[in-house]
């Protein structure tokens, strides 16, 4: 079909070429027959449709000219015209210009046609290629002059001189999480970024403040505009565009209100999210607080894993009055995924156990994936005797194991302690003895590991040791890992998912930078942490995987063909491994397990991946980059939402490789089948399947901008009776030294009333003061001690310097590093500040040279590192102040 319509796109008006129709039949025509063309095309041009051919249902070849008359305009449109249809083209060829013909003639090809230079190139998981046989053509005809007019035979000129050729045959979706995420950044974007740069911001920080605003403005629509590079940047162009823009290295209450302010808080976000999802309580004048955010629920709720394994860690610092968070984490491919999070102003047994019941009071009938109050299988914590008390007192049912690596750690500290005598020598051996015992695989092994260690005639020179080993070796159940077999760890021995959720909390939601208050503290846990894991879990399951993943999760399976795999059952295979003997091993995908000896607790295994690849199996033990239902699973955690566009999670087909075979990519009878709601994966817990999730309400989070803006209304701090009005060179009189006197005494009766009141939290603290305060032999030693008493513990305001207390206002109290940080850094920083996240400055990697040679720079002593292993081989210690933690 072949014809010549005139036309423009946002006019009603046409000028028809055939005249044997008129205006409104040609109209109609057009618009009832090419509405796809007609739709795509940019407004505000006049276009002159010269051929149409459908090629298959959605697909077709299109010949039309433009009104443009030059080459700038011509990219421009072109510009436009990819920015409408969401496609992104790439320049295949191009013509010389003549001058005599053309003034501008280049040849497009879709993004999705690489050209690989290698067959294996296509078969990565980071590969956009697909042999998109999609093309675009653009020519700007010259016009003829008087002369040559007559010979020219082109009835289009010199009204459109712009010839388009569009093969819209494209073999992917253009409206999918895997396609939008290979489009280029938008000129809009990138201004917002240059100006996110220019106020101080790091790639890190200001990708992260982006993807705040893009989760504010489009709310429910943030699933699909976080997927679209051109409005959402991945990390690497960030840090690509700082380095080209910029060269130099960038800068960064308390009383009876305070507590009523705290419960009117709690009350306002259950009232706004309408479920009780946070409660106070108070036990020996100690406040408890527990929050569950809705976020936290449906993890709990409808993650599998939540029922087996639990980590729970806690950290302080975060606010002035250095109250203690305790974060309740489960695992997944994810990372660690929030079900519990607890604020208590003091670790004591009965205010953890206070915190701990609050929580039971407002999760949901069926959390921990329906054991209910009965909480997970497993507890992983530190060595806290007094929270391991209060879960063994709130969850009798629940086995609790201690982390294997703090374990190890606290063993070499007390190897170098001084006052144990211990050779350096003999530290790495000691330590090997007893990490031999930690990881027997049977309990006869640990006991001939424990008898070895007893026998041996290094560690008979040390019975302090012995007797160390010996009340270990009473606690064996909780650390050793032959009694972890039957337990559904899943190969978790340490609580790296704790850790790494205390590093987030402090350098991504609190910037490293105190909390004012309690009100303060809780308000950042229930807006900022539910909006981090939101965002964190949207970008997976748009498999936009722009965070580190452990290896785990990615393992080397694709080497085991599928030939070497064998369906025994509904989901059991077996898997034959072609080595010098040929092994078999049994996978059940159902429950994520495998018989060799790093899956038979149910950790990733590479053969467990080889059934998952080549099966299309459904499996939480990995990163759902081509999993349609577990991407779904991903986002219905962090927004509640079941149903998506249709074909929204459909991946990118493989080069080579035929639609049915690929089981990433739906043939297009199963498009919407995902969008059903009898055919989305609910991964409901089988023991209470008809409780429904609770509904989704987003947190409003207008009080973001102004965290900073909070004055202090209610610490009464530096304004007391304690103030001193004597100058600094005249000896104080005796009213003065009688005032003071009645101050010491004043402070020690308070001591010994709250030493009285809570002895379990502060006989160990008074001690260790009463220890300090002796070992102190000079005046000039007992002055400094005096004068940074309480100073490091943000509780203090006091400040002399006004230029002090303007810091203070504009930045607030820093959140302190913990000392072996300091020591293991590689970056030179200078002082204790937090290196924050993100691609190191190449000005930081370089230490300052002096110009002058005749000044030698001081060099500085090597600092112990962090890693332990490398302190063992080393035989040196764990950084500097090793008993502090922040």
């Not at 031999?436 to 290094?458: C, H, P």
Request: charge should be positive; include cysteine; charged fraction near 25%.
């Amino acid at each position: 079909m072949s014809y010549c319509i005139s036309i423009m796109a946002e006019s009603t008006s046409t000028t028809l070429c055939n005249f044997g129709r008129s205006k409104e039949e040609n109209t109609d025509f057009f618009c009832k027959n090419h509405t796809s063309l007609y739709e795509s095309l940019p407004p505000d041009y006049a276009y002159h449709i010269c051929n149409y051919q459908e090629v298959a249902d959605g697909k077709y070849e299109a010949e039309f000219r433009i009104d443009i008359s030059n080459e700038d305009d011509a990219k421009l449109w072109l510009e436009k015209y990819q920015q409408l249809t969401k496609v992104t083209f790439r320049v295949g060829a191009t013509k010389l210009k003549n001058g005599w013909v053309n003034l501008f003639k280049v040849f497009y090809r879709c993004q999705h046609k690489t050209l690989p230079r290698s067959e294996t190139a296509s078969q990565k998981m980071s590969s956009k290629n697909t042999n998109c046989p999609a093309k675009l053509a653009v020519t700007v005809k010259k016009i003829p002059g008087k002369l040559s007019r007559a010979k020219s035979k082109d009835l289009h000129l010199p009204a459109y001189q712009t010839v388009v050729k569009i093969s819209h045959t494209h073999n992917h979706m253009n409206d999918s999480a895997d396609t939008l995420k290979h489009r280029d950044v938008s000129k809009e974007t990138i201004e917002k970024f240059k100006d996110l740069f220019s106020k101080g911001h790091s790639p890190a920080s200001a990708l992260n403040t982006h993807k705040l605003d893009l989760q504010l403005q489009y709310d429910q629509d943030y699933v699909y505009e976080a997927a679209d590079r051109a409005n959402c940047p991945d990390t690497q162009f960030c840090h690509r565009l700082y380095r080209k823009i910029f060269d130099k290295a960038y800068g960064a209450a308390s009383g009876e209100k305070m507590l009523s302010d705290l419960e009117a808080a709690i009350a306002g976000y259950n009232s706004e999210v309408g479920e009780v999802c946070a409660k106070i309580d108070q036990v020996n004048n100690k406040i408890a607080i527990a929050l569950c955010s809705p976020l936290m629920k449906r993890c709990s709720q409808k993650h599998e894993y939540s029922r087996e394994l639990v980590f729970i860690d806690a950290t302080g610092g975060m606010d002035r009055y250095d109250c203690r968070v305790f974060m309740l984490l489960t695992h997944s491919a994810a990372g660690g995924l929030p079900v519990g999070c607890l604020i208590v102003t003091s670790e004591s047994r009965d205010c953890i156990t206070l915190a701990l019941k609050l929580y039971l009071d407002i999760i949901p009938k069926d959390a921990f994936f329906g054991r209910g109050t009965l909480g997970p299988h497993v507890f992983l914590s530190d060595d806290s005797e007094a929270e391991r008390q209060s879960l063994a007192a709130v969850f009798p049912d629940a086995t609790l194991i201690l982390c294997v690596f703090h374990l190890l750690q606290a063993v070499w500290r007390f190897l170098w302690e001084g006052k144990n005598q211990i050779r350096k020598e003999h530290r790495p051996q000691l330590l090997f003895a007893v990490k031999k015992m930690t990881f027997s695989m049977s309990e006869n092994t640990l006991e001939e590991a424990y008898e070895e260690l007893q026998g041996s005639d290094v560690a008979r020179l040390y019975p302090n040791f012995l007797a160390h080993v010996e009340k270990l070796y009473s606690r064996r159940q909780a650390w050793a890992v032959c009694y972890r077999q039957d337990l559904p760890t899943r190969g978790n021995n340490t609580n790296n998912y704790a850790e790494a959720a205390m590093r987030i909390l402090k350098d991504q939601i609190f910037e490293r930078v105190r909390a004012y208050n309690v009100v303060q503290l809780f308000d950042f846990l229930v807006t900022r942490v539910s909006s981090y894991y939101e965002r964190r879990l949207t970008d997976l399951a748009n498999g936009r995987v722009d965070v580190t993943v452990s290896r785990k999760y990615l393992p080397g399976g694709s080497s085991i063909p599928a030939t070497s795999i064998t369906k025994i059952g509904a989901h059991c295979y077996e898997v034959k491994i072609e080595t010098k003997e040929e092994t078999k091993y049994n996978v059940d995908t159902e429950i994520g397990v495998c018989t060799c000896t790093t899956g038979m607790n149910g950790a990733p295994c590479k053969h467990q991946y080889a059934v998952v690849r080549h099966f299309n199996e459904t499996s939480l033990n990995f990163l759902p980059l081509r999993d349609p239902h577990l991407r779904e699973h991903m986002l219905f955690l962090a927004t509640g939402q079941k149903n998506v566009r249709p074909g929204w999670f459909t991946s990118l087909p493989i080069a080579g490789l035929p639609l049915e075979e690929d089981p990433g990519v739906q043939v297009p009878d199963q498009m919407g089948s995902l969008s059903d709601d009898d055919n989305v994966v609910e991964f409901e817990c089988p023991s209470v399947a008809s409780v429904a999730a609770p509904s989704s309400s987003n947190v409003a989070v207008e009080s973001l901008n102004v965290q900073r803006m909070l004055q202090n209304k209610f610490d009464m701090r530096g304004s007391g009776p304690l103030q001193s009005n004597v100058d600094g060179g005249e000896p104080p009189c005796n009213d003065k030294l009688a005032s003071l006197e009645a101050a010491i005494n004043d402070c020690a009766s308070q001591l010994i009333a709250k030493l009285k009141r809570d002895p379990e939290e502060l006989s160990e603290p008074v001690e260790s003061y009463v220890q300090q305060f002796n070992s102190l032999k000079t005046n000039s030693a007992l002055v400094g001690a005096l004068k940074t008493f309480g100073k490091y513990t943000g509780a203090s305001l006091d400040m002399t310097s006004s230029k002090k207390k303007k810091q203070a206002r504009r930045k607030g109290v820093a959140i302190k590093v913990q000392p072996a940080a300091v020591s293991r850094r590689k970056t030179v920083l200078g002082g204790r500040r937090c290196l924050h996240t993100g691609r190191k400055l190449r000005e930081l990697k370089k230490r300052k040279t002096v110009d002058s040679s005749q000044l030698i720079p001081k060099k500085k002593p090597r600092k112990a590192p962090h890693s332990l292993s490398q302190c063992v081989t080393n035989n040196e210690g764990i950084g500097q102040n090793k008993s502090s933690k922040w």
